[in-house]
């Protein structure tokens, strides 16, 4: 049995609290929620635009995936959490350009979208990944 191991990039935010950017068993990779923070400054960015915030949260996303030894390709499924319905339209075009410009093989990861509260006022999005690395 293969063993369970943090993933880990200076390229996405630092945790901010007990857990791991991501962790990885065998072939699951699993991206813990990530939200608009600059990973150089560690600046929550883009205060109350979601489109801008969606990408940057993908972004960080996206590094942890290469951490971990993925791609967007490998991605089964993202969950995604707004603070407001108003502002799923929006998420939802800025994560379809990002999204579909990163799938190669034409499939979308399957998506949950959640409204809910989140750790910090700042953050109007909060996005995770489930992916099989071959």
Not at 4 to 30: C, I
Not at 74 to 99: K, P
């Amino acid at each position: 049995m293969s063993p369970r191991t943090a993933v880990s990039t200076d390229q996405a935010p630092a945790p901010a609290h007990t857990f791991s950017q991501g962790v990885r068993k065998g072939p699951l990779l699993q991206v813990s929620g990530q939200g608009p923070v600059d990973p150089a400054t560690g600046e929550y960015v883009h205060a109350g635009d979601v489109r801008a915030q969606t990408e940057r949260t993908l972004r960080n996303v996206e590094a942890v995936l290469r951490a971990g030894g993925a791609t967007f390709d490998d991605v089964l499924a993202l969950r995604v959490y707004l603070t407001t319905r108003d502002d799923f339209a929006a998420m939802n075009e800025a994560y379809g350009q990002f999204v579909g410009a990163r799938t190669t093989d034409g499939v979308l990861p399957a998506r949950t979208t959640v409204f809910t509260g989140l750790p910090r006022a700042e953050m109007l999005v909060e996005i995770d990944a489930f992916a099989v690395v071959e």
